[in-house]
């Protein structure tokens, strides 16, 4: 079956410190990851995909398949970071299975 | 350009009445989503359209959910003989085409059951 598991409800770090949020997943075949984030009061909206390997606000994910996961990284968490961040999976051709998130609480 | 808008942004309903909540997605997304937002349970996919495939239904929780999407664009998720339980925010999204596309998410529709 298709999962998502982010094993942290809440994460809280001082400013500059680093951040990983963690995701695993379990899928059958060759899946699509990403994250999405939702800021206070704001729509949600992607912040990056493996596919893409690119780094959003400073933000990196590798796809690591041995492992079945796509930890989301940033060495120096600002406060501006605080939000809801959501792991997702996609295969082909479908909608997206979400994992329940992960509050990031960034405080000075 | 206008991103996805849903209405209402609240509704609140009495226990057992039915609710319609209306989604429109950007203009030519073929690709569109509704799912559930709920605390401790994260978004919970509810149903997918693509284009003029057959809807996929697999998220319904149950036969009192429905869903339909008239003409390729406008959305409305249907919900009869609410119970409480129902009551969430429903997120629509709109991607160019499904799969690994980047999906909009609508303001969402946040419906209270009393």
């Known amino acids: 079956a298709q999962r998502v598991t982010q094993p942290e409800k809440l994460l809280s770090v001082f400013k500059g410190a680093p951040v990983e949020l963690k995701c695993n997943y379990s899928y059958s075949g060759s899946p699509e990851l990403f994250w999405y984030v939702q800021y206070s009061r704001q729509r949600l909206q992607l912040l990056l995909r493996?596919?893409s390997r690119e780094s959003i606000k400073g933000f990196t994910a590798d796809l690591n398949k041995g492992e079945t996961s796509f930890h989301l990284k940033k060495p120096f968490a600002q406060e501006e970071d605080s939000a809801m961040y959501y792991c997702?999976?996609?295969?082909?051709?479908?909608?997206?299975?979400f994992g329940k998130g992960t509050t990031l609480s960034v405080s000075s | 350009g206008a991103g996805v808008s849903q209405s209402p942004s609240n509704k609140v309903t009495e226990k057992g009445k039915d609710v319609e909540l209306r989604c429109d997605p950007i203009s030519g997304h073929t690709a569109l989503y509704w799912y559930r937002q709920s605390l401790g349970q994260g978004l919970e996919f509810l149903i997918y359209f693509q284009g003029n495939s057959a809807p996929d239904k697999s998220g319904l929780p149950s036969d009192r959910f429905s869903a339909e999407r008239t003409g390729g664009s406008v959305s409305t998720l249907t919900i009869q003989r609410t119970q409480q339980e129902d009551s969430a925010v429903y997120l629509c999204a709109s991607s160019l085409t499904g799969g690994g596309y980047e999906q909009y998410f609508g303001p969402g529709t946040r419906l209270t059951v009393t």
């Open positions: 997702a999976l996609s295969g082909q051709g479908t909608a997206l299975i």
């Open positions: 493996h596919i």
